[in-house]
């Protein structure tokens, strides 16, 4: 006799931000990575806003994944940044989570 069960997993947990990137080309830390933000229910709806040293918005997107929308060094319209530091905000489910970015070219 054969029988069929469902089982139902919930992921809990924090998203982790590595803050440093190296957008060289190199395949190395190309990308500012964020764990886990595609993966957790409650933050694959986000928002995601990178500031410069003057506080200027120079990247933002909606659904952040690590993949296709992922911050590279950079800006929105597609102007390399300069090696720098750089302020992020990251928006989901009603909280936030902020820091820094060190960008070396």
Known sequence: MCTTQTIGI???????VYNALSANGDGLNDRFYIQYIDILPD???NIVH???RWGDLVWQTTNYDNVDRVFTGVTSDGKALPTGTYYYKISFAGKSKSGFISLKR
């Open 43 to 45: 933050t694959r709806n």
């Open 10 to 16: 919930e992921l809990q947990g924090e998203i982790t």
């Open 50 to 52: 990178v500031f410069n």
